[in-house]
């Protein structure tokens, strides 16, 4: 391999490279977090809905009979 050949993989290996340290990487890396958190949120409520019994999930209900009794 010549010099010029190993200078030109390097730079290769650098133009391979995204950009994080910009703004807008910076946002995309931010919103994707915010709907990694999001989904994540979903799915243990989804799992917490699927195990959770009923009397325990009628809290909305027992609270407008509580108001309506006082």
Do not use: C, H, Y
């Not at 133009?15 to 931010?30: C, R």
């Amino acid at each position: 391999m010549s010099i010029a050949e190993i200078q030109d993989n390097k730079w290769e290996v650098e133009a391979i490279k995204p950009p994080i340290k910009t703004p807008a990487a910076i946002g995309v890396i931010i919103m994707m977090s915010g709907f990694i958190l999001f989904f994540i949120w979903v799915l243990v409520g989804a799992v917490m809905g699927s195990f959770t019994d009923v009397e325990e999930m009628d809290f909305d209900k027992v609270q407008r009979e509580g108001d309506a009794v006082d």
